[in-house]
């Protein structure tokens, strides 16, 4: 039973007894940020910011009672640390890559990008791992897939992070509409460009103050937000592209008001604009002669 009184298993006893509290208490600190923090941003900023302290105290904490102890291992701490640290390091940069995203502003939580070639929305950012919920695949547009994807943080510094939703969370939309000729093409576009202000001006508008801070950031010219009709003839029929600004989250279904509300208008319009679809015209075809003499025919082109 002398061990019991060995220095070494003290220290060891007391470290975790140490960092049973210090787990404890970070467990129901992080318990009441649901209770008394509503936003659902803010609880997570908050429960992160626990835990990270949590592991920084339990730093100090071991370095504090094993101090005796590690003022002998320097040196052999030093040689092991640099086998360790070419052994591990993609998690390095990993916990490098933390550190540039949450000082960095790359993403935070609840933003939509694309990070190594995954897009979703980030739903939580820990020190080696960057947690998405895959939007696209085989679901079409923008919406959940049901998948829910971890990225490696170092992937900061190898490829480009898209943010869809960063310091500009507006996208630039198109939709091309196809029109017979011999339609009346001003009435169609005058109908196009009611429809788009009518679905999206809102949003134009709101974009526009979130573009003039953008242009006091970067150096950016000046873009117009407002919806905007053109017209492009080609060989099958006259197209016409709506283009107009609308929020990320919801680009899918503006689309699908912008498309319904232009059909309702066609139908009203009595037959002066028709929506054009892919035909085949034969514009001349060949002339056969048939030239009959006794019981044999010959054709002739």
């Not at 105290?57 to 640290?85: D, K, W």
């Not at 916990?95 to 935070?108: C, D, H, P, R, T």
């Not at 498309?259 to 009203?268: C, G, P, V």
């Not at 319009?269 to 028709?274: C, D, L, N, P």
Request: aromatic share 12%.
């Amino acid at each position: 039973m002398y061990w019991i009184y060995d220095p070494a298993i003290g220290k060891i006893i007391a470290a975790v007894v140490g960092y049973l509290v210090i787990g404890v208490i970070v467990f129901f600190v992080k318990t009441s940020a649901n209770n008394y923090i509503a936003d659902t941003y803010s609880r997570y900023r908050a429960k992160k910011i626990f835990e990270y302290a949590g592991y920084f105290v339990a730093i100090v904490y071991s370095t504090i009672v094993f101090s005796e102890q590690l003022s002998g291992l320097t040196v052999v701490l030093g040689v092991a640390g640099a086998g360790v640290a070419f052994a591990l390091q993609e998690v390095i940069i990993s916990i490098a890559g933390w550190v540039a995203i949450s000082i960095g502003s790359f993403y935070a939580p609840g933003d939509r990008v694309q990070l190594g070639g995954i897009t979703g929305d980030v739903i939580d950012i820990g020190i080696l791992r960057t947690t998405l919920m895959e939007t696209g695949q085989w679901v079409e547009a923008d919406l959940y897939n049901g998948r829910v994807v971890r990225i490696a943080n170092s992937f900061v510094f190898k490829e480009p992070v898209f943010n869809y939703s960063g310091s500009f969370p507006f996208l630039w939309d198109e939709i091309k509409v196809p029109v017979k000729y011999g339609s009346n093409h001003r009435l169609a576009r005058q109908i196009f460009q009611q429809v788009a202000e009518e679905k999206t001006l809102e949003y134009a508008e709101v974009a526009q103050t979130a573009w003039d801070h953008l242009v006091k950031q970067y150096i950016l010219k000046e873009s117009k937000l407002d919806p905007q009709v053109t017209l492009a003839a080609n060989d099958n029929w006259i197209e016409f592209t709506i283009r107009y600004i609308v929020d990320y989250r919801i680009r899918r279904k503006i689309k699908d008001e912008i498309f319904t509300a232009i059909l309702d208008q066609l139908e009203q319009s009595e037959g002066q604009v028709a929506i054009a679809s892919t035909t085949i015209h034969i514009v001349e075809t060949p002339v056969i002669q048939v030239h009959q003499t006794s019981n044999v025919s010959t054709v002739k082109r």
